[in-house]
């Protein structure tokens, strides 16, 4: 993170989680958003967008907890050994990028799949 991300700061929260804040802008004329992913080893990372204030109910979000849905875990199976900013941060940023052209013509041009609620796989 620290060699392609260097603005994004660390810090530990718990013996093994390690949360990266920091700020994307998916394309020059759309906001900055300030963000945070949890890596939790072996689990699926959280990301949290922290400013602005995401709109009600945007799609593609984990609703529940709060996180963005960058991928449907059937699909890709997130390990520890996978670098967050070769996965995550681009994942984020293209999520972004669809959220603000979501919000101006209502239609989510992004890839999607299928969602049923399931958050096992964050816990």
């Known amino acids: 993170m620290r060699i392609h991300f ?3 700061t660390s810090h530990y929260n718990g013996e093994k989680n390690l949360t990266f804040e920091g700020t994307l802008q998916p394309f020059p004329a ?3 958003y300030k963000v945070s992913i949890e890596y939790r080893g072996n689990s699926m990372p959280k990301v949290k967008v922290l400013e602005p204030t995401l709109v009600e109910k945007p799609p593609h979000y984990y609703h529940q907890l ?3 849905c960058l991928y449907k875990p059937d699909n890709f199976n997130w390990t520890a050994t996978k670098p967050i900013s070769n996965y ?3 994942w984020t940023s293209c999520w972004l990028y669809f959220y603000e052209v979501w919000k101006g013509n ?3 041009l992004g890839p999607e799949a299928s969602h049923g609620i399931n958050t096992e796989k964050y816990e």
């Open 6 to 8: 260097p603005h994004f």
């Open 30 to 32: 759309m906001p900055v």
């Open 66 to 68: 709060g996180c963005l």
């Open 88 to 90: 995550i941060i681009p």
């Open 106 to 108: 209502g239609i989510w």
